[in-house]
């Protein structure tokens, strides 16, 4: 069993959830979600706040304090009850208890592929494109009719390489990652999957 | 190397230049060849300003044609030393040049003849790896394989250029399966 721990600034920060009403507080719920999403707009914090006529500094940290609940529960992939005990800490009523659940369920998801985004990870394969050719003279030979093959791979960073590669080199290539693919079917691999887990 | 009548007559129109500007207008000539400035610098600078323009153009023009045709010609420092003893460039000038040329003529070489050539890189090797991603700092139980390729390319000079990347297995999926109609492709030719 999994449960986050909040300090006791954070405990204090969240606690203040208990003195508002379901509606305020669950708009608040909605605006620390956005934020998590990347809609970070001080000044719909500020509108908020006068909005409902609540202090904007104690608006600011009960955001900032959810904001860490939803990060770590989707970082750890907390389970319904895992997350139910780790807010009791902060003693919600029970429908601020619902309102917290229901957001995080909805949302672990999206959360969850925004944190892998932000990961550390090399630069991934967004295209290969490739073009044959016969290449027929050049200044040095004439009369010859090789096959080239013209490449284009494309990098999730924005960086493109063009190469160019002949026939026996791209079979060799393609087997090789073909082999490379079959291991992830592997024995060994599904052994190692099976005592990770 | 090839040059024409006025590209050397370039060398022995120096002598009409001041020695005391002979170096800013290297670090000049030096400074365009590496991308790094452009003609704007003789605007900026005051000693090169006083020289006659048409004779200035006519130097340095003359001047860049010759390192440009080094470089091809793929003259290390000491060849194109001995190509300046044979023509008509002041002593003290071509020692500067030279001593330039020697630090500089690979930059060159990459930055000029790489993107006018016909030459691509050429794919020789590949190496690949399998890692099983267990967690990370920001999010925990990832529970995924990834793929590390890395693809050997081949410069026309020889030297090898590694192209690194990852991929998960579905991207591994496509990539065989366009290399695979890559290659198939061929086969419906002969």
């Not at chain 1, 390489?161 to 002949?166: K, N, R, T, Y």
Request: aromatic share 8%; charged share 25%.
């Amino acid at each position: 069993m999994v449960i986050i721990y909040f300090n006791n600034e954070q405990k204090e920060d969240l606690q203040f959830l208990q003195e508002l009403s379901f509606e305020v507080g669950s708009k608040i719920v909605q605006v620390s979600i956005d934020f998590f999403k990347g809609n970070y707009n001080p000044k719909l914090l500020q509108n908020v706040s006068t909005k409902l006529n609540l202090p904007q500094l104690k608006v600011e940290r009960c955001v900032y304090g959810l904001s860490y609940l939803f990060t770590e529960s989707s970082k750890l992939s907390l389970s319904k009850s895992d997350f139910l005990e780790s807010i009791n800490a902060i003693s919600p009523t029970k429908e601020i208890e619902e309102c917290l659940l229901e957001s995080y369920q909805k949302n672990r998801e999206e959360m969850r592929r925004i944190l892998s985004e932000m990961s550390l990870k090399l630069p991934s394969i967004d295209s290969l494109q490739w073009r044959l050719d016969v290449q027929i003279s050049s200044r040095r030979t004439s009369n010859e009719a090789k096959p080239v093959y013209l490449l284009k791979l494309k990098t999730s960073d924005n960086r493109t390489v063009w190469f160019q590669a002949d026939y026996n080199e791209l079979e060799s290539i393609t087997n090789q990652l073909e082999i490379a693919l079959k291991e992830s079917k592997s024995q060994h691999y599904k052994r190692i999957k099976k005592y990770i887990k | 190397m090839e040059l024409s009548k006025t590209n050397l007559n370039s060398l022995s129109l120096l002598k009409k230049i001041p020695k005391s500007v002979h170096q800013e207008l290297l670090s000049l000539i030096f400074g365009v060849l590496l991308q790094q400035a452009d003609e704007t610098e003789i605007e900026k600078s005051q000693s090169l300003k006083q020289i006659d323009s048409t004779l200035l153009k006519e130097v340095f023009s003359g001047l860049i044609t010759i390192v440009i045709q080094a470089v091809k010609a793929n003259l290390n420092a000491k060849s194109l030393a001995q190509f300046l003893k044979d023509t008509s460039a002041p002593a003290e000038f071509a020692g500067l040049l030279v001593t330039a040329y020697g630090k500089t003529f690979q930059k060159i070489k990459e930055i000029h003849l790489e993107t006018t050539g016909f030459y691509l890189k050429k794919l020789i090797d590949i190496n690949w790896r399998m890692d099983y991603i267990i967690k990370s700092n920001k999010i925990e139980q990832i529970d995924k394989p990834v793929y590390f390729i890395d693809l050997n390319l081949q410069k026309k000079d020889g030297q090898i250029e590694k192209l690194k990347f990852s991929c998960d297995t579905n991207q591994l999926q496509d990539l065989v399966t366009t290399l695979k109609d890559a290659v198939l492709a061929k086969k419906s030719l002969k």
